[in-house]
């Protein structure tokens, strides 16, 4: 490998680790001593996770994006060029970069089929519109990563053949009555899909009118509806991912979307505290609880990512395989073999010695692991998900985050949900865990993947068991 004549510029501690120990080091902004050009440095930074994977079926990803942070709170986001990149050091085996179109962040994942820990050193050029407020002299960069799996493009089923889905707004075809006609297919990315007691339409039923939505409307092609390729995060947000999140934004900002203001949140597994003038988790790979949607819209624009819709959710779960009664995400009836649970202490936890370096095929209704190996699914927290039960969710496009937020810390992308700002568009998937001791119901903590009683309803502030995680389009390949 060429060695490269750097000049450092500013060196940068913030390391982001994760349930996956997911992290980044030794990241800074250099100049190639023979270059003229300052206004486009480069950013150096080592990339590393464990047990990444790439088979037949899929892989997992890094999802990488960067920030200049003030010591004094407030961050721009670094947009990055994809015509400059340089592996220093291809690890195990040699991997991809994609750079995402609109330079928010990249993608990188293995090159070729590998099952084992990953490290790579990676150098490139950011983007000269990077520049224009803030100098790579006098800010520091934070580069953050999140482990993501990849979704491949294709066809699936909604819904359940089991009758008693039907009592939790399970989806189904409609007969011209509104009664059920076997179960409903995704078949193409451009698929418009009528809601309603209509024959071939996509309908489910629901008696309790807070959570029914309007049970009505036209879902129209631009809705992201989960047949084309899309990354989702691995795992829901941790504590610690929020922490950094919280540490670059301003004051104002930070004290919109700190979760630990209220009564009873050290005692159901929150961690996060400030300490002179900053945010720390206590347990950082914990689930981030006690996360409204406001919450996770901004964290998802900040990282450059977009809110999942409950039609990805199903596809996440599911794949392409045809739904079983009673199907939770590991695509077996049972949660009786489940090995990975919230222990008395508030963490999330393999037991009997588990390893995730373990996990395959044939068990993953141990790990609680999806079709695709996406974690946690059901059993853990609620996920926020966008709905086709109202015409606010039905007028998502997908737009992803730019990685900049309102002065309030709000998303500012105008085809999202709003939350608290108004009524309607999002819904909860999956189950949620409250507290040791609690009762089991036939949807909660571990739901089977077609139950949505919640799945239109979008009430609820804070809680101990809600959370979020993201999403975002697949670049082309």
Not at 108 to 137: C, E, H, L, Q
Request: hydrophobic residues 30%.
């Amino acid at each position: 490998m060429k060695k490269l004549n750097l000049f450092l510029v500013a060196l940068v501690c913030p390391v982001l680790l994760s349930a996956t120990d997911i992290k980044i080091e030794n990241d800074y902004f250099s100049h190639n001593s023979r270059s003229r050009d300052n206004r486009e440095p480069h950013v150096v930074f080592t990339v590393s996770w464990k047990n990444a994977w790439r088979n037949g079926k899929n892989h997992d990803a890094a999802w990488i994006f960067m920030k200049f942070v003030n010591d004094g709170g407030g961050y721009r986001h670094i947009y990055l060029n994809p015509n400059d990149i340089e592996i220093i050091d291809d690890g195990p085996v040699a991997p991809i970069v994609q750079v995402s179109e609109d330079k928010t962040g990249m993608f990188i994942y293995p090159a070729s089929n590998y099952r084992g820990d990953v490290s790579w050193r990676i150098k490139m050029k950011v983007d000269s519109s990077t520049f224009i407020r803030f100098n790579p002299g006098s800010a520091k960069l934070k580069t953050s990563a999140i482990e993501m799996v990849y979704i491949p493009e294709g066809g699936f089923t909604l819904g359940d053949p089991d009758e008693r889905a039907l009592s939790f707004s399970s989806f189904f075809k409609s007969d011209a009555s509104g009664n059920p006609d076997g179960l409903y297919k995704i078949t193409s990315e451009d698929q418009e899909i009528k809601v309603g007691p209509e024959r071939g339409a996509l309908y489910y039923t629901s008696l309790h009118k807070p959570y029914q939505g309007d049970m009505t409307g036209t879902v129209p092609a631009s809705f992201p509806n989960g047949y084309s390729a899309f990354y989702i995060m691995k795992y829901e947000t941790s504590q610690g991912q929020y922490t950094d999140f919280l540490n670059t934004l301003s004051g104002g900002q930070s004290q919109m979307r700190a979760p630990h203001g209220g009564k009873g949140y050290y005692k159901y597994r929150g961690t996060i505290k400030i300490k002179d003038d900053k945010f720390y988790a206590g347990k950082p790979a914990r689930p981030a609880n006690y996360i409204t949607w406001d919450d996770g819209a901004a964290f998802a624009d900040w990282a450059g990512l977009r809110p999942m819709t409950e039609l990805e959710f199903t596809k996440a779960s599911r794949g392409p395989g045809e739904p079983i009664p009673h199907e939770f995400p590991w695509n077996t009836d049972s949660k009786e073999q489940i090995l990975r649970r919230v222990n008395l202490e508030g963490d999330l936890v393999l037991l009997n010695g588990l390893d995730e370096s373990q996990l395959n095929d044939q068990n993953r209704d141990q790990f609680g692991a999806s079709y695709y190996w996406v974690m946690d699914l059901a059993g853990s927290l609620w996920e926020k998900c966008v709905t086709i039960g109202h015409d606010i969710g039905r007028a998502y496009k997908g737009s992803h985050g730019d990685g900049n937020l309102t002065g309030y810390g709000k998303a500012n992308n105008a085809d999202w949900p709003k939350g608290i700002d108004e009524e309607g568009g999002y819904g909860y998937r999956g189950g949620g865990f409250y507290y040791n001791g609690g009762s089991n119901t036939e949807f909660n903590p571990h739901s089977p993947i077609a139950y949505r009683p919640f799945g239109s309803w979008a009430g609820g502030t804070r809680s101990v068991a809600y959370s979020q995680r993201y999403v975002r389009t697949a670049p082309k390949r």
